[in-house]
Structures are given as structure tokens and as C-alpha cells.
């Protein structure tokens, strides 16, 4: 498939997250740790000009894994789902943190709903579901890179 991803900036990433992931909730909810970070990089999907799919990565360690990156806030417009944004989203994610960040595992705290989706790229789910404060039900993803 082939569809524009760029390294974009937060600005650009927030209004999606708002709209599929922290819907009905402040905009604040939708600025984390590590947003404005140096080392961490967002990227967007566009259809033309218009942003349909973002997805955000960062150094973070997983266990005894110091090289580590962790993927954070996967969010693909819900009239774009389902077309391949998403892959196209963690194909660009995977080689920044793979050339980058020298990162040897990508880790992600996956919705129990986009479980297939992780799974289907290649991620393993690991350990127990536990559930995260109004967001739900969640599993470790791991792919190792
Ligand atoms: C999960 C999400 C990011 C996937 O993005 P997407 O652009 O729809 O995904 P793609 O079109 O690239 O899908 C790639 C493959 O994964 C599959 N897939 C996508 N979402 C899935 C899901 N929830 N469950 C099972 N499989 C899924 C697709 O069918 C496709 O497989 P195929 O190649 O066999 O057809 C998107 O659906 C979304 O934003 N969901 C709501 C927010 C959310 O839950 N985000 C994740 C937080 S951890």
C-alpha cells in the first residue's frame, strides 16, 4: 500500500488521539509524558492533506531490556480503519525505532479491542490482562524487532 507517513509534530497527532481515543474526555487527556520529549517522534498517515492515522514512539525500557522503544497512542480515524493505515503507521514506527533508537524489542500496552490488530503484525501479548483507569482492559504487546 502506499500511503504518505511522516515524522509529524504533537500538535498534529492530538486531534486523533481526542477523536478515537479519549473521546468525550478534555483535550488535555490527550498530552502524556514523554509527548515533548526530545527522543520521542510521532508520526502521521495522511489521505492527501488530511491526517488519518498517527501512532507515537519513544525510548522506555522493557524489564531487563534497556533498548528498548514503547509505542504509544495507535489511533486511526474510524472512516479510515480497516484500509491498512494502521500497518503503514507501525511499519514507520518499527524503523525508527529500529535504525534510530537501536531499540531491539517495540513494546506497546495494547486494548483488549485492538488485540488482533497488534497480533496480526507480529506482536506477542504477554502476561495477564490487567485494566487501566477509564480506558480499559489492557496486555502487553512485544515484538521484537
Ligand atoms: C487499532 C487501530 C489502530 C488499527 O488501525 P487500522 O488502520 O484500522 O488497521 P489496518 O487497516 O492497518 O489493519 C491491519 C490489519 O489488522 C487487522 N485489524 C485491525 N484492527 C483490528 C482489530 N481491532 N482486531 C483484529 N484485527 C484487526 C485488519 O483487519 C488488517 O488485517 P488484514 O490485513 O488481514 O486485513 C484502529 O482500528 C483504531 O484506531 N482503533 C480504535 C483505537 C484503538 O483501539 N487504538 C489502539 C490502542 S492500543
Known amino acids: 500500500m502506499n500511503v504518505m507517513v511522516r515524522r509529524v509534530n504533537l500538535n498534529q497527532v492530538r486531534p486523533l488521539r481526542h477523536r478515537v481515543l479519549r473521546p468525550g474526555r478534555s483535550y488535555d487527556t490527550t498530552l502524556w509524558d514523554r509527548d515533548t520529549d526530545d527522543d520521542t517522534a510521532h508520526f502521521a498517515a495522511f489521505s492527501d492533506s488530511e491526517i488519518v492515522a498517527v501512532g507515537t514512539v519513544f525510548p522506555e ?36 525505532a529500529r535504525e534510530k533508537l537501536k531499540a531491539k524489542i517495540l513494546w ?9 490488530f497488534y497480533e496480526r503484525y507480529g506482536f506477542r501479548l504477554v502476561g495477564d490482562p490487567f485494566e487501566l483507569p477509564l480506558v480499559g482492559w489492557h496486555k502487553v504487546g512485544v515484538l521484537e524487532l
Open 61 to 96: 525500557a522493557y524489564r531487563e531490556v534497556e533498548k528498548a522503544a514503547r509505542l504509544r497512542g495507535m489511533a486511526t480515524a474510524p472512516e479510515y480503519q480497516g484500509k491498512g493505515y494502521g500497518f503503514c503507521i507501525l511499519d514507520a514506527i518499527v524503523d525508527h
Open 108 to 116: 506497546c500496552n495494547a486494548r483488549e479491542i485492538a488485540f488482533g
